[in-house]
């Protein structure tokens, strides 16, 4: 019940207009040229737009002057960077990348990496040069 109260706060809320400054527009059309499906909200001082670009499902962050503050893409093995892959595949062989998520700032870039194994589920974060650490592990239902 609360989940669907929930969803409905979100549907609700997606399906309003938001009046989207000029600087950030122009910010947003400068780097995403081919951006699709977009959707924009507005949160106090910043906007966040949630877009598609290249079948690639993304969401950036703005401050009210334009600046990009940061930005999540969420996609699949194949978008990963093929070192990064190599380097999942050597230490975890038999777990499968089942979904990615990679978030951007001005400092950093980190990948999300969800691995599926038979009996688990393995969360783990990965910086640009391969370092990883295991965020958490979740046992499936039987």
Aim: charged share 30%; net charge neutral; hydrophobic share 35%.
């Amino acid at each position: 019940m609360m989940i669907a109260s929930l969803l409905l706060g979100v549907v609700t809320f997606a399906g309003t207009s938001t009046e989207v400054n000029e600087k950030v527009l122009n910010a947003f059309r400068k780097t995403f040229t081919t951006a699709k499906d977009v959707v924009w909200y507005e949160y106090g001082d910043s906007y966040t737009v949630n877009f598609k670009q290249a079948d690639i499902k993304t969401r950036v962050h703005y401050d009210k002057n334009g600046n990009l503050l940061e930005s999540y893409r969420y996609y699949q093995e194949e978008q990963l960077p093929p070192y990064i892959v190599s380097k999942i595949r050597k230490k975890f062989p038999e777990k499968k990348i089942f979904g990615i998520t990679e978030c951007s700032t001005e400092n950093d870039v980190a990948f999300f990496i969800m691995l599926e194994g038979e009996k688990d589920w393995t969360k783990v974060r990965c910086d640009i040069n391969g370092y990883m650490e295991v965020e958490h592990k979740y046992t499936k239902a039987e």
